[in-house]
């Protein structure tokens, strides 16, 4: 048996949309796959949760999600060309309120419980490393990169390298590989 699902499993799996030459391991858990849409030239690995929900889950083009991670697109969740999620990363689009005013968890009522939701958006070329955790309505600018262990709960700007709890930006990050994309997209469109 091999460890990825075919594409005629992919398309009876029945997400909103699904591309071509993607990569998803039998040993990840799809919940709600018709709120879900994938692009092309995707791999999620081993043990992922990918949790579409009310308002479902976008992932673009030429991305991995690595071993491990998780996410809850509930109150949406986008995730553009190139973005890259290191193993055990999470993203919240959905939250409890855990300020002690109401209960917490999914076998609550609702009218007992305070449930927030958000979009959160990781724009081009995004890498968010190990053991992170994004939380709701956060968009995570182009070609921002995220340390391991660290944690997002408000916007961060287009190309700084960010690390921390909360994070903070380090430094800039590099643009050159947007001239390594263009010779991708060169390459493609020559065959």
Do not use: C, M
């Given at each position: 048996m091999l460890s990825f699902y075919s594409t005629e499993e992919l398309l009876n799996i029945g997400f909103k949309a699904i591309g071509e030459n993607v990569n998803i391991s039998r040993k990840s858990s799809i919940y709600?796959?018709?709120?879900?849409?994938?692009?092309?030239?995707?791999?999620?690995d081993d043990f992922c949760i990918l949790s579409g929900g009310e308002k479902g889950i976008?992932?673009?083009?030429?991305?991995?999600?690595?071993?491990?991670?998780?996410?809850?697109?509930?109150?949406?969740v986008v995730l553009k060309d190139f973005t890259n999620l290191s193993s055990r990363?999470?993203?919240?689009?959905?939250?409890d309120d855990f300020s002690g005013l109401s209960l917490t968890n999914p076998t609550v009522p609702a009218e007992f419980s305070n449930v927030q939701k958000g979009e959160v958006i990781l724009n081009k070329h995004?890498?968010?490393?190990?053991?992170?955790?994004?939380?709701?309505?956060?968009?995570?600018?182009?070609?921002?990169?995220?340390?391991?262990?660290?944690?997002?709960?408000?916007?961060?700007?287009?190309?700084?390298?960010?690390?921390?709890?909360?994070?903070?930006?380090?430094?800039?990050?590099?643009?050159?590989?947007?001239?390594?994309?263009?010779?991708?997209?060169k390459l493609n469109n020559s065959k």
């Open positions: 709600n796959p018709s709120t879900i849409s994938i692009g092309d030239h995707v791999r999620i976008e992932i673009g083009s030429y991305i991995h999600i690595a071993a491990y991670s998780a996410i809850y697109g509930s109150g949406g990363v999470v993203i919240y689009s959905v939250t995004v890498v968010v490393g190990t053991n992170s955790t994004i939380l709701p309505n956060v968009v995570v600018g182009e070609g921002v990169a995220i340390g391991a262990h660290s944690l997002v709960k408000q916007d961060v700007q287009p190309w700084g390298i960010y690390a921390g709890i909360p994070v903070k930006k380090i430094k800039n990050r590099k643009k050159d590989l947007l001239v390594k994309e263009e010779k991708l997209f």
